[in-house]
């Protein structure tokens, strides 16, 4: 059950050579790396870029989601720091540094086309989320979304305060964060399932739900939402493939 977007308005991707503006630590292996948006740069809340950076001399691509929103004067994406060759050259980084960017593309986007979302994800897969998120607070847009975000431990929680500020400015985003390993953890606890999301989202039938993550939680999340028998057409599905 994957919801395909079509139809709506292509944004011709653009390619730049640009530099590091700024590097954002946001848990002990997440990082944010910020540069300037080129005037005159379009993207919707939910696309991702292309990000060639140099290793030893030679230029390596990866692709990222644009976790910053459309609405910010800057592109940002946001990178778990794993022991790859090209991850750990990005934990390197610093302002300063030469980037290419040939962006947007993708189509897990959100535009203000539906007042009601659910949302499912995991770890760093709250990246295109964040992006619509901080889209709808600061067009002020009378979007509803619920999102029930799985971690294994607070401290593994990526953007928790800044999501914790845009409830506080719009309470119609709702984040409810579950953990797995955290027992003494007074919220959620345990892995989203159909009982979870039918007390959590009782109005789900409403909802089109975004679901994004690695394949393992994507196909879980799949299956939870199989028992709701919601329509084809309410989900939304993005795969975070390769961890490099």
Known sequence: MIFEVTGEEAIKPRVWETAVAEVIPRTKDVKSFR???????QHKAGQWMYINIKIEGTQKL????????PTENYLEFTKKITDSQYSQALDKMKPGDWAK??????????????????????GIG??????????????????????LYSNKTEDEIVFKDELEEMHKADPNIV????????PDWKGLKGHVN???????????????????????????????LEGLNLREDQIKLEDFTGYQ
């Open 126 to 147: 709250i990246t295109p989320l964040h992006s619509i998120c901080r889209y709808c607070v600061d067009e002020k847009l009378p979007t509803s979304i619920v999102m």
């Open 101 to 122: 960017i040939n962006a947007p593309f993708g189509e897990f986007t959100y535009s203000g086309e539906k007042i009601k979302i659910g949302a499912l994800t995991g």
């Open 175 to 182: 984040v409810k964060n579950v953990l797995t390993r955290q």
């Open 35 to 41: 540069f300037p948006k080129p005037e005159g740069f």
């Open 62 to 69: 990866h692709h990222f989601t644009i976790s910053s929103s």
């Open 194 to 224: 159909t009982d979870m999301i039918k007390e959590q989202i009782p109005d789900y039938r409403e909802r089109v739900f975004y679901i994004c993550g690695p394949p393992s939680l994507n196909e879980a999340m799949k299956k939870a």
